[in-house]
């Protein structure tokens, strides 16, 4: 019992992870239609600024985390600018390849930045444990637990009562009707993109503080996080912390449990299987848990 | 009465593959250019241009398929890499002839496309892209762990069996003369895109290619002229993977080698990238589109590379040493990837094929501009 409580602990900070990074996908499709497949760069790029502004320039922690996050919002908004813009009624493919596009510039241009060593992000949360009963929390993961809910609470918040956040929405739902409104799409859009970023590098610093270290690879985990913005719905919030969550248990227990019980499905199973989960839900429900259905008219 | 060249007067004719007395030279040129390369070129431009005819192959089956039936895929690498362990097991471990395999290997595609490419008929779009980016790290696992027929997560040697009709395609004999294994090897590969290329051409200006253009156009309305999206659609994913395992065999021929991490995660996903970007340079929904794009993607690394090791980029840093450059090979090449894809998006969406197009339309009614 304990190894299962312990698991779904450590399956529900990883589910945190995912579900911050697939709220920054969601963010964007939700407001502009678009699958930001840069948001991995998005994700690396903060991480890295957060690493530049703890260790190279020696700020505190809860600062530098600050401005990773305003530099992410300023990085997001600029890529929208610059080539999304000009994208707006393309088709879906050409749009999704500009971001493909985007992530492999961002990557590459990161490393050749900071280099392909692990780095150690400098939090103040380390490798500190908490003992409750007979678990051991991570500090790490507490906080990563922690700075989620305040994310995706805000969020409902701003969607919900300021009036930005319900023009995006009405952006979303009709960008003709929005524009009569006197709704600026495209303030709109650089905004999504914004916080989109902002998220992105809160995300990035999550996944690299703690135990976990600082290195390229963590662009990789934001790839993992398409099976829980999926499972969820490309177009539901609260889906991207179901699904975040779900995955992230499933993932936590299947690693601790399959190569005992299952081992013929073979080693590091439990890093295909989100994409397993996603395929399965995906043939049962084709938009995702809480995505809303596409109606399509000839 | 002499009429304009570009009149048709019958269907057949429009859908004619040589157009003009034009066309039928530059063909005849392109065969000779064939024959003649391997004598000409030097081993490492033989070496380049048979990686870029298994580009060229690989594209055109995703041309099919993305081009000229709309459906995203990001897992293309995963049948790349179903052909070349194909190619190790059957061709090296069963010792099957060349005759057997290669066709094994293409037909093993086709099944695995068919297997896939329902879900093409539920889901669109970004949901089609992030499910086929999930079967790259699928097959990623899958090859990492079939350890007797992968060989784990080391990778393999591929020793396939390389006889046709009594000659060795990796060391041909023709007339007493002896060939190298570069200029063998260009032969047979450029002959198989060129067999290929014919295949994709006739199937695209016949009556599927005229349904799979519909499909991609509008797949609710070809459904209601009476278009079957599930036979098209699946189709389309087993040629697309028929053709990528094909061009995957011949990559193991080419490489000897083959590894996991080359066709899943995140290399996968690269190598994936990379066929995308071949189309998109080259032309999207177009045969011959497929072919010039290949000659950027497949040979720009390589020639980055060579440059590279001459230290003829300051700014990169080589293999060999030299710390004074700031970016590594691999990254520049990732990099100029994303740059080539996202500028060609913006500025040239057709691609090289468009650029072609409109001198081609220039110059038919030269000195008529108009």
Redesign the interface.
């Given at each position: 019992m304990t190894e299962f409580l312990q698991l779904t602990f450590q399956g529900v900070a990883l589910g945190s992870q995912y579900a911050l990074i697939a709220l920054g996908f969601v963010v964007i499709?939700k407001a502009t239609g678009v699958?930001n497949f840069a948001q991995g760069g998005f994700v690396l790029v903060g991480a890295y600024l957060g690493y530049n502004f703890t260790q190279t320039w020696d700020l505190p922690f809860y600062l530098a985390l600050v401005m990773a996050m305003v530099a992410g919002a300023i990085l997001g908004a600029v890529v929208e600018r610059l080539?999304l813009r000009?994208?707006v009624g393309?088709p879906?493919?050409?749009v999704?390849?500009?971001t493909?596009?985007?992530?492999?510039?961002l990557?590459?241009?990161a490393?050749?930045v900071w280099g392909f060593d692990n780095l150690n992000l400098g939090d103040p949360w380390g490798i500190d444990t908490v003992k409750v009963g007979d678990l051991n929390l991570a500090v790490a993961d507490l906080w990563t637990i922690g700075l989620a809910a305040v994310a995706m609470l805000l969020f409902f918040a701003f969607f919900r009562y300021t009036a930005t956040g319900v023009a995006m929405r009405a952006t979303a739902l009709d960008q003709e009707a929005a524009v009569a409104q006197g709704i600026s799409a495209g303030r709109i859009f650089a905004l999504a993109w914004a916080v989109s970023g902002a998220v992105a590098a809160l995300g990035g610093v999550t996944l690299a503080a703690g135990p976990a270290q600082l290195a390229p690879g963590i662009s990789?985990v934001a790839?993992a996080a398409?099976?829980a913005m999926?499972l969820g719905g490309?177009d539901s919030p609260a889906g991207a912390v179901v699904g975040g969550i779900v995955i992230g248990v499933t993932q936590s227990l299947t690693a601790g449990y399959q190569p005992d019980h299952a081992e013929w499905?073979?080693?590091?199973?439990h890093?295909?299987m989100p994409?397993?989960v996603?395929?399965l839900i995906?043939?049962v429900r084709?938009?995702g848990l809480f995505g809303t259905r596409?109606v399509?008219?000839? | 009465m002499s009429r304009a060249r570009d009149l048709h007067v019958s269907y057949a004719q429009q859908l004619r593959l040589v157009t003009s007395s034009w066309a039928g030279a530059g063909f005849l040129a392109l065969a000779l250019a064939w024959l003649a390369a391997p004598l000409v070129l030097s081993e490492f431009q033989l070496d380049v241009g048979a990686r870029v005819a298994i580009f060229a192959l690989g594209a055109i089956g995703l041309n099919l398929l993305t081009g000229f039936t709309g459906q995203v895929s990001l897992g293309h690498a995963f049948f790349i890499g179903t052909g070349a362990y194909g190619a190790a097991w059957a061709g090296g471990d069963q010792e099957w002839p060349l005759w057997l395999w290669l066709p094994g290997i293409t037909l093993l595609g086709v099944v695995l496309g068919a297997v896939i490419g329902p879900f093409a008929l539920r889901l669109r779009g970004n949901y089609l892209a992030i499910v086929t980016l999930g079967l790259l790290f699928i097959g990623e696992h899958v090859f990492n762990n079939w350890d007797s027929v992968t060989g784990g997560g080391a990778g393999r040697s591929v020793e396939a069996e390389t006889t046709l009709a009594g000659l060795d395609v990796t060391s041909l004999e023709l007339f007493g003369r002896e060939f190298e294994r570069e200029q063998s090897l260009f032969w047979f590969t450029w002959l198989i895109v060129g067999l290929g290329a014919l295949l994709a051409k006739n199937l695209v200006r016949s009556r599927p290619g005229r349904a799979m253009q519909a499909v991609r156009d509008r797949d609710l309305a070809a459904e209601v002229i009476g278009v079957s999206l599930a036979r098209y659609k699946v189709g389309a994913f087993a040629i697309s993977s028929g053709y990528a395992a094909l061009a995957g065999g011949l990559f193991g021929v080419l490489q000897r080698y083959v590894s996991p991490t080359e066709f899943g995660g995140q290399l996968g996903l690269f190598l994936s990238i990379q066929y995308i970007a071949i189309i998109i340079v080259g032309g999207i929904g177009t045969v011959f589109g497929s072919v010039l794009g290949a000659f950027i993607v497949g040979a720009m690394p390589r020639i980055i590379e060579s440059l590279s090791q001459d230290r003829d980029l300051p700014f990169v840093f080589g293999d060999a040493g030299g710390s004074d450059g700031f970016i590594s090979v691999f990254s520049l090449n990732q990099a100029l990837f994303g740059v080539l894809i996202v500028a060609f998006l913006l500025f040239e969406p057709r691609g090289l094929a468009a650029i072609w197009f409109r001198l081609k339309a220039y110059f038919r009614s030269w000195p008529f501009s108009y």
């Open positions: 499709y699958i080539l000009h994208m393309q879906v493919f050409a999704l390849m500009i493909i596009g985007l992530l492999f510039v990557e590459q241009t490393t050749s990789f790839l398409f099976p999926i490309l499905l073979g080693t590091n199973f890093i295909v994409y397993v996603m395929i995906l043939l084709p938009y596409e399509r008219r000839v | -």
